[in-house]
């Protein structure tokens, strides 16, 4: 057995501070704190492989981009490559903006300390930041020493480095400000660090405008944020000239809890925050300073650092630590602007689709499902926001197709397409790209080449001798009554036919010349719309012109099975007369199970059965015949098979427009 069946001797409660009147719980975040970003030191010291001069570089002027104006750069004392370091950045004209500070850290060994300070030389502003463990288990382990003896190293190391610092007039630094931390803050007794910290401000003598940094680390994170905050609050309330200080935060993550302590002992009175991009440092890191900031945002409250693109800081982080941002990080991992399963993304499309219409600009009220913040505001697509697996359902393809070409597909094909796509998903047993996706869609629906059918040529006329209101003497010809006359040559499987139809329209003139070829299909939706033209293949813009997208649903009739066809182009006759050749195609592809129905009619123009039609209608062979009337049109059978108002609708399209 590994685990202590009972760990109570081993590990032991932490003991709570006492403050029944405490104030946090009820405070808020107001305000921005005071950053420090830490990760060329405490994150850097954490690395595997510490950064070389130059990956530090690139880092420090990325994160100067950001807009942070206190930024511990190095510890000096460690070797030539944080000293060389900090030498250049200081001594490189217009490397640090003025109003950068520039921190170093140092333990209290003066040896060290006057390295740290030689570092600086040339710097405009620089905070030099000593440590020095305050718990008890650090001061008996590591070392060897009791609170008197502690308390006068920190004195007399805070005198010293005074006296080599703003005391110093050749010092090389135009403005000095001093940061003492007692390490192990969170492990130590409240009061005694409050004696220690009294001192160390009575040795260094700071000001209202240069406020002394008491930096009160959670080194190793020890019990709930609730008693970090209450520790806070304690050495808040506690110290006294606190217009003199800067009360800072350093929450380590041992607990997995940084982020929350960092806020609540903000509530509880702190100024300041250290950490890092992402959370790198020691163990299981620092607190991760891109999620406070951004927390901070989703708040209403701009954290005065510019994470507008936040994949170009994933970037420069990755490469530098050589540590990966965990994909469901806050905010930056690549997974958490996505949503797989198919509720969310129903819901996340449905909510664009509502902010779309409400006509809202980009800074209007943010109210969408699963998504505490607008991808967009920190540089990420709509497109990386819906993928699709498995889990997946039809809001989020339609979503994708949406995205990719501009189409609306209507309910019916979402689920029918959606079908597709998940037959596609469980079969590589992997997600699938939007572009795979686009390309399924274009395969499916044959955008790029109808497989079987191609229009050679076509005419419609109108055919007056059919006409069900021949004119009356006096009147004029209502032409919405009459009839259209489809005359064209159709390519099917490489060979020429050439076909006639008559039908209220061009679409459905179209239909009954398929039927007179044994190609009885029935309109049962029907749906066009502008789209901006595009290739359809690569997806890309093609100008300024707009092409028509139809979709429509057909029924063989006298079967269950349904196949939809898409049609695109700048003409919206073609575009629905291509969209019922697609279907046409693919209920022909997909007949085996539910075969067609083929009925030759004796007064065709073609007899199929010695036509060049043959190998379609061995295709067809063994298809039981229609019992229905052969010569209805598409509107009566929508009528039959449609709502009435539905039917209505596209009645009046397939009357009115085409
Ligand atoms: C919580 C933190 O992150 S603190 C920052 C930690 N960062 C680093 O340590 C990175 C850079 N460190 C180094 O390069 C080296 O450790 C150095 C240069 C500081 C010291 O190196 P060395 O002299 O070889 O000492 P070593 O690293 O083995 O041990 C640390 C020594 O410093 C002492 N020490 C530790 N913290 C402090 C402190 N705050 N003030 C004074 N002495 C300290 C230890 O007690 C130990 O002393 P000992 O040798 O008398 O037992
Ligand atoms: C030096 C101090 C602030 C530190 O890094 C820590 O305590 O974690």
């Known amino acids: 057995m590994v685990m202590l069946k009972d760990p109570s001797k081993k590990y032991r409660k932490f003991k709570p501070l006492n403050i029944p009147d405490r104030q946090w719980p009820s405070k808020t975040i107001d305000k921005v704190p005071r950053w420090l970003a830490t990760d060329l030191r405490d994150g850097n010291q954490s690395l595997v492989d510490p950064m070389d001069g130059e990956q530090k570089w690139r880092y420090f002027q990325m994160l100067v981009k950001l807009g942070y104006k206190e930024i511990e750069v190095s510890f000096p004392s460690s070797g030539d490559t944080d000293y060389n370091f900090t030498r250049k950045l200081v001594t490189t004209p217009g490397a640090v903006p003025d109003d950068v500070w520039l921190q170093v850290l140092?333990?209290?060994?003066?040896?060290?300390?006057?390295?740290?300070?030689?570092?600086?030389?040339?710097?405009?502003?620089?905070?030099?930041?000593?440590?020095?463990?305050?718990?008890?288990?650090?001061?008996?382990?590591?070392?060897?020493?009791?609170?008197?003896?502690s308390l006068a190293l920190a004195v007399e190391c805070t005198r010293y480095a005074r006296s080599i610092t703003k005391d110093d007039p050749?010092?090389?630094v135009e403005e000095w400000a001093y940061e003492f931390s007692p390490e192990t803050f969170s492990d130590s007794d409240p009061d005694f660090v409050l004696k220690v910290c009294e001192a160390v401000k009575e040795a260094w003598e700071p000001s209202v405008e240069n406020k002394i940094i008491f930096n009160l680390p959670a080194t190793v994170e020890m019990s709930t944020?609730?008693?970090?905050?209450?520790?806070?609050?304690?050495?808040?309330?506690?110290?006294?000239?606190?217009?003199k200080i800067a009360v800072s935060l350093h929450p380590h993550n041992d607990r997995?809890?940084?982020?929350?302590?960092?806020?609540?002992?903000?509530?509880?009175?702190?100024?300041?925050?250290?950490?890092?991009?992402?959370?790198?440092?020691?163990r299981t890191g620092n607190v991760d300073l891109v999620t406070l900031a951004l927390n901070l945002y989703t708040q209403g409250i701009h954290p005065q650092i510019d994470f507008s693109d936040l994949n170009s800081v994933i970037e420069v982080v990755e490469k530098s630590n050589k540590i990966p941002v965990h994909p469901r990080a806050p905010y930056g991992?690549?997974?958490?602007?996505?949503?797989?399963?198919?509720?969310?993304?129903?819901?996340?499309k449905k909510g664009f689709v509502a902010r779309d219409a409400g006509g809202n600009a980009k800074e209007d009220p943010w109210e969408m499902p699963y998504l505490p913040l607008d991808p967009e505001d920190i540089g990420r697509t709509?497109?990386?926001?819906?993928?699709?697996n498995s889990q997946s359902g039809k809001g989020g393809v339609a979503w994708i197709i949406k995205r990719t070409l501009e189409l609306d597909l209507p309910r019916g094909l979402q689920v029918a397409f959606s079908k597709i796509v998940q037959r596609e998903t469980d079969m590589l047993g992997r997600e699938l790209q939007a572009n795979e996706i686009k390309d399924l869609f274009v395969d499916a629906y044959h955008l790029n080449r109808n497989p079987r059918f191609s229009l050679v040529d076509y005419s419609i006329t109108t055919d007056r001798s059919v006409s069900p209101a021949p004119p009356v003497a006096g009147k004029t010809v209502d032409s919405r009554n009459l009839r259209r006359l489809f005359t064209g040559v159709i390519e099917i499987d490489g060979k020429e036919h050439h076909v006639t139809g008559v039908g209220n329209g061009a679409l459905s003139a179209l239909a009954n010349a398929l039927k007179n070829m044994g190609i009885d299909l029935d309109i049962a939706d029907y749906k066009e719309h502008a789209i901006e033209k595009r290739d359809p293949v690569t997806g890309e813009k093609k100008g300024r012109d707009t092409q028509?997208?139809?979709?429509?649903?057909?029924?063989?009739?006298?079967?269950?099975?349904k196949v939809w066809g898409v049609g695109i182009h700048e003409d919206v006759v073609l575009s629905s007369l291509f969209a019922l050749l697609g279907a046409a195609s693919s209920f022909l592809s997909s007949r085996p199970s539910t075969p067609v129905p083929f009925r030759p009619k004796r007064n065709d123009t073609h007899d199929v059965t010695s036509s060049p039609l043959s190998p379609l209608r061995q295709e067809l062979n063994g298809a039981p015949k229609s019992t229905g009337d052969a010569s209805g049109d598409i509107v009566a059978n929508l009528e039959e098979k449609a709502s009435k108002s539905e039917a209505r609708e596209v009645r009046e399209q397939v009357n009115g427009r085409i």
């Open 333 to 348: 991992g690549q997974l958490v602007v996505c949503a797989f399963s198919g509720s969310h993304q129903d819901a996340i």
């Open 256 to 282: 997995g809890c940084a982020v929350a302590a960092a806020e609540l002992a903000q509530m509880a009175g702190a100024d300041r925050v250290e950490g890092t991009l992402f959370g790198n440092g020691e």
């Open 170 to 172: 050749n010092s090389g």
């Open 382 to 388: 709509y497109e990386a926001i819906i993928r699709v």
């Open 225 to 243: 944020p609730n008693v970090y905050a209450d520790q806070i609050e304690y050495f808040c309330r506690n110290i006294s000239e606190r217009e």
């Open 106 to 149: 140092s333990p209290c060994r003066k040896e060290l300390i006057r390295r740290t300070v030689d570092s600086l030389k040339g710097a405009k502003k620089a905070i030099l930041h000593l440590y020095l463990a305050t718990s008890p288990c650090f001061q008996r382990i590591v070392f060897g020493m009791n609170n008197e003896q």
């Open 548 to 561: 028509a997208a139809t979709y429509i649903e057909c029924t063989a009739a006298g079967q269950a099975q």
